[in-house]
């Protein structure tokens, strides 16, 4: 899957993983700021489809910790 850049605010979207269960979808991506002293954000947007619309959306994201105890990182 390509990332999609976003040129305005020089900002770039990976998505990572996309989940779906009925008429719920979940995607989880990384936000990369062009800015090398920006650090880099996991988000999670969580849509809810009425038909072929989005009828509500959530999301919550974070910046992703330089040094996770965790070996794999956000993702």
């Given at each position: 899957m390509q990332?999609?850049?976003?040129e305005?605010?020089?900002r770039v979207l990976d998505v990572a993983?996309?989940?779906d269960d009925g008429d719920l979808?979940?995607?989880h991506s990384r936000v990369t700021r062009q800015d090398p002293a920006a650090q880099q954000i996991a988000a999670v947007h969580i849509f809810r489809f009425e038909g072929d619309?989005?009828?509500e959306l959530w999301d919550v994201a974070q910046e992703?910790?330089?040094d996770s105890p965790n070996r794999?990182?956000?993702f």
């Open positions: 990332p999609c850049t976003r305005e605010d020089n993983r996309v989940i979808v979940a995607v619309r989005i009828a992703v910790p330089k794999n990182g956000a």
